[in-house]
């Protein structure tokens, strides 16, 4: 059974830092692109940051130089270390898995955790 499992959210005033985890299991997570997104109310959910297997990481122009994305895959999980955070940081973030061939685009979603930044 797949699974990605996050953990780490929380309630944090603005300038702190949360890391989010996210374990996989019930599949290859090196097979994978691994990432993480986010969703506000009221607007679409959004890409933060990705790491590819190979190590190939993206970041939104939002997060650059405050948030990091790590991956251990030796341990199946994904890391975002999160700081100087802001009020519109506030959002539910999902962990992602996505491998895309040529045929099959194979899309894993977590079920989310919730961050809240406010003082």
């Known amino acids: 059974q797949v699974q990605l499992v996050e953990s780490g959210g929380g309630l944090v005033q603005p300038g702190g830092s949360l890391r989010l985890a996210c374990a996989a299991s019930g599949f290859i997570p090196s097979d994978f692109a691994m990432g993480w997104y986010r969703q506000a109310p009221g607007k679409e959910r959004e890409l933060v940051a990705t790491?590819?297997?190979?190590?190939?990481?993206h970041y939104a122009d939002s997060v650059k130089g405050r948030f990091t994305i790590t991956r251990d895959n030796a341990k199946n999980m994904v890391f975002l270390q999160m700081n100087s955070l802001k009020p519109e940081d506030t959002a539910l973030y999902y962990c992602?898995?996505?491998?895309?061939?040529?045929?099959?685009?194979?899309?894993?979603w977590g079920q989310g955790t919730q961050v809240t930044v406010s003082s």
């Open positions: 992602n898995a996505v491998k895309r061939a040529l045929l099959l685009t194979t899309n894993y």
């Open positions: 790491v590819t297997g190979e190590g190939s990481i």
